[in-house]
């Protein structure tokens, strides 16, 4: 093959393999939206989530009360079904934002010091009765961890930047 070919086939290879290799590399940062009067309580929540999507958001962030969650001791705190939960517009925000391809994220406080009812403080993912059950001192030790990994990571580069897939992945790494 003369010369001149041999440089333009190694051209042609170059500028395919260029845009493959970028399409590969470009992750997307998730993006989204704190705002529980318009995506949980609005009349036009469905439009707002769907807005949302449209603008690229890919998270929805809640908080839940668990006062408000459970004003009075379920009969069976392991049956999400019980009457005593009030989950009805958090329900809807995860049915809703899963139509629009958007992820919820939940904050949730104001649970009682002792935890819920069927889940001792150090439950590490115990099996009862089919669900699964973390105790908030495994939590919050988790939640330290992670806290500690993501913070040493900072200090990696003066101008570090964590975005939640960064974080949820210095997660799955800890021990």
Do not use: C
């Not at 470009?26 to 529980?36: E, K, L, S």
């Not at 809807?92 to 939940?106: A, K, T």
């Not at 001192?137 to 939640?143: C, D, P, S, W």
């Amino acid at each position: 093959m003369p010369k001149p070919a041999r440089l333009a086939l190694l051209a042609l290879i170059a500028l395919l393999a260029a845009p493959a290799a970028a399409v590969h590399a470009a992750q997307r940062m998730p993006i989204g939206f704190f705002d529980d009067p318009s995506f949980r309580w609005s009349p036009t929540r469905a439009e707002n989530l769907q807005q949302a999507s449209a603008t690229g958001a890919s998270v929805i962030h809640t908080t839940a009360s668990w006062p408000g969650l459970a004003p009075t001791k379920p009969a069976d705190p392991g049956d999400g079904n019980d009457p005593a939960y009030k989950l009805g517009d958090l329900d809807e925000l995860v049915y809703q934002s899963g139509l629009y391809g958007l992820r919820v994220m939940i904050d949730l406080n104001g649970v009682p010091p002792t935890g819920i009812e069927g889940v001792e403080p150090t439950d590490k993912g115990t099996d009862r009765n089919g669900i699964i059950r973390y105790g908030a001192l495994v939590v919050g030790g988790t939640k330290m961890k992670v806290h500690k990994a993501a913070i040493n990571k900072l200090f990696d580069t003066n101008n570090a930047v964590l975005d939640i897939e960064e974080v949820y992945n210095l997660a799955l790494q800890l021990p």
